[in-house]
DNA sequence: CTGAAAGCGCTTACAG
DNA sequence: CTGAAAGCGCTTACAG
């Protein structure tokens, strides 16, 4: 509290100069404008002060021009006499125009604007996708919009409804889903109602539910990606090894387990050595599985390493490896997957699969914005690496390895 | 609005076959929409195709009645008869019609939409608090648009601008900043413009640049928060304690060092006691001070805690200690800021001041919702507190502590 | 070079 | 109960 006080003591002086007679100024401004319209701008003057916005029949009753005068000016669309210029614009600057955009979208060709809709904005790898998606759309001089779901089929189509209504061009929906009916349904339509309106549907980190929707489709291989991680944790010696945070149905989920099992068969390990607990994403699920699979075996784990569905569930369980007493990676190895930007600062620093988040992001729109009417119904792949840290090392020698699988490797 | 067309059609998804054949049943309903509108429509229907959206005449037609009958049906103010009532519904669900936003918010009152300002999104604590405001936004119904400046001014003026136009009733900008003359002015200038069309400027943790404008503020409580932390760390028998990350003239960080500075001096530590390190905020910054830091004592560090400016930069810190075979908190302990999501799972699990973020950002639109006239110009404080984890311990016997203040307490 | 006018897609008094 | 009409604030052919 004293510091407001102090802050303000301190640099209130200059800021009595600046910024405060800046206010005054402004005021003065507006007051000026009112009084100085012509008849019916005065009109409408009077009934101004709180809720009113400057129009261009303002300015242009100021600037004693059209408002095709006006409107041709600020546009800068056409080629407009210096003298005539100067009148507007600085007319619209003393009454501080700002165009209406709707009015602006009604007849022209709309706002260039990208929505990104995400889960939550609190999810690392959805923030970095949407600050892709953002810092592309920029690039491009484009809005963008970030919008979150909450994970609610519902509040997603509120959303998209919305994005609909207010003319944007470009629908980015963001990260795995359980695909059911419902969803195959929803997003068969959005594909269609924004293709019928001229915008486009970007399926990001995801695939088509359907196939020949208009949907243009960009993802990571998972497949691959976990495919590598589990030959990673192999060639290190591992033969059991349990894979925590599985999502029966989840796109991102189900191809990263499928991965999993591939890797584990080219290896000869036969199909039962494969143990995947169906626990959902997230820091708690994570650590509340591994806690009662520590717990299941009694201090002494049949597994010798843990194949974490995301960084977050990683975090959970390396908190109950550690709450249990053993430790990582010499009792236990756990890899994570999408390399969040803290995934380094873990105790210990966490082997994962780096997927380019951001870069996922700018894909999306790049490729959306390239050659529109062709990027329909493309699907896009983009490759992930292993990020080698320090939550792996070779299985401890014991019973957990002893009934494993061969350790020949 | 949205709403109701928007649950149609979802009703009509669910009856039809699957995704699939939806798609196919949607796109014929497009085609006989165009063959079927009567003279006018006909015309514009041949222009259709891509690109074209369905406008409330075509439901109209479809319909056989008019238009303002549709306006009345669909935004559900007036009493309407059933037969009319569903004819009209039919006509726009097989249409999927949705009203153009636009058009909608040029003549109505416009859509309820609030803007937050970050910096950037990726931040934890930024995203937390953009993740109230919108869950706030959305518990009254309202619209939210999260948008990051990079810390770019000009980006951020743009983005009020565009809000502006937008004709958004509420504007967020959050976080610390920098406050000098052109900040000062363009805030106060953001708050009068906004004012003057009746829209509503919050400051969400960062004081007002200049009294008496209207804005609503809303802010942690940094100094006390600083305050306590170092007491914390001051208890713990330190007297040399490092403030690693602050950003001279950034209104967060300043005042965080001010209750620093008032901490020590309330245990009779002479000023010189203090020891900021001006090197900014962020992991990397963090980690390239504290290396510095580290080398220059060569080994034999003067000081035996540290305060960094906030958890991101306490990241940095603990890699640094750590690369320099120094522990935590044997040899050093550390202090973050903020409780970020994953500064449990740091090394060692950090001990920090929680500013509970998420209730920040609902505070700022709550407040900003609730008596809107009166609102503005108001100042409101929110509380924080030290969660205490494993990063700090009573500093160790040695060099470090012997030149030190008195170890009394 | 610049106005007057039409029109973008809606909503809402105003009259039946 | 429901149409015809005015009007929201702009842009853009269309005529000077």
Redesign the pocket.
Known sequence: MGKNTGAEAAGQGQAEAAGQGRAEAAGQGRAEAAGQGRAEAATKASAAGQGR?V???EVADRAG????????V??G?????AA?RARVLRAARELD?V??AH??A???AGRKMVAVVVRQVTSPFYAQVAEGVEAEAATHGWLCLVAATGGDAQRELEIVQLMREEGARLVVLVGGVVEDDAYRERVAHYAQALDASGARLVLCGRPAPVPDIPALVVEFDNEAGAHAITSHLLSAGHRRIVFVGALSGNTALDARVAGYRAALAEHGLPAESAHVVDCGLGRSAGLRAMTALLKESGGAPDFTAVFAGDDMVAAGVLRAVADAGLRVPEDISVVGYNDVPLAEDFDPPLTTVRTPAEELGRAAVRLALRDPEHAAGTHHLLGTHIVVRDSVQPPPPGPALSDGGSPTA
Chains 1, 2 share one sequence.
């Open positions: 916005r129009t261009i029949r021009v059209s408002i095709a005068t006006v409107s041709r600020l546009s669309n056409y080629e407009t006499p005539t125009y165009a209406n009015a602006r009604l007849v022209g």
